[in-house]
C-alpha cells in the first residue's frame, strides 16, 4: 500500500469525522462513507451513498479499512497535548478536565475557550491522527510482506 501524504491527511481528516475510509488495493482509490452504525449517522438516507457501498460489498477483499481512533486513543492525545501546554492555568484546567466524567468533551470545550491554543490542539491532534493513519498503513506492508 503506498499513499501519498495528501490521501493520508484526506483519510486522517475523514476518520476524525466520524467516516469509514477504505483503501483499494489494486488501484489506489479511496472510498469514504459515514458510518451507518454510529449514532450519528444511525438511521440515515443510505441512498446517496448506495454506489459506494455496493462497490465495497461486491469486491470486500480488494479493500482495505482504516480503523478509526479508539475513545481511550482520543484520550491518550488529549492527555500528551495538556503535557505540552506551556500555559501552566490552561494546563492545570486541561488535566482537571480529563480527570471529570465526561473528559472529552470537557476537554473540548476548555480548548475551545483556550485563544491560541486551540489552533496548536488540532495541529497536534492532526499531527496525530496522520501517524494513526501512517502506522495502520506500516502495519499492513509489514504484513503483507510477511505472507
Known amino acids: 500500500m503506498k499513499l ?4 493520508i491527511r484526506e483519510i486522517a481528516e475523514n476518520l476524525d ?3 469509514r475510509c477504505f483503501y483499494h488495493l489494486k488501484t489506489g482509490e479511496i472510498e469514504t462513507t459515514p458510518n451507518f452504525n454510529e449514532a450519528d449517522w444511525f438511521g440515515h438516507e443510505t441512498e446517496p451513498w448506495q454506489e459506494t ?5 461486491e469486491n470486500w477483499g480488494d479493500y482495505f479499512e482504516f480503523e478509526k481512533i479508539t475513545s481511550r486513543e482520543s484520550f491518550a492525545i488529549m492527555a500528551d497535548f495538556a503535557e505540552t501546554v ?7 484546567r486541561l488535566f482537571k478536565a480529563l480527570n471529570k466524567s ?11 475557550n483556550s ?3 486551540r489552533q496548536i490542539w488540532f495541529d497536534f491532534k492532526d499531527h496525530r491522527l496522520i501517524e494513526f493513519v501512517k ?13
Not at 506551556?86 to 492545570?92: C, E, F, G, H, R
Open 135 to 147: 502506522n495502520q498503513i506500516e502495519q499492513h506492508n509489514r504484513e503483507f510482506t510477511d505472507e
Open 86 to 92: 506551556d500555559n501552566q492555568k490552561l494546563q492545570d
Open 115 to 117: 485563544g491560541e491554543y
Open 17 to 19: 469525522l466520524g467516516m
Open 53 to 57: 457501498l455496493d462497490k465495497l460489498d
Open 102 to 112: 465526561k473528559p472529552l468533551r470537557n476537554f473540548k470545550w476548555e480548548i475551545d
Open 4 to 7: 501519498t501524504e495528501e490521501q
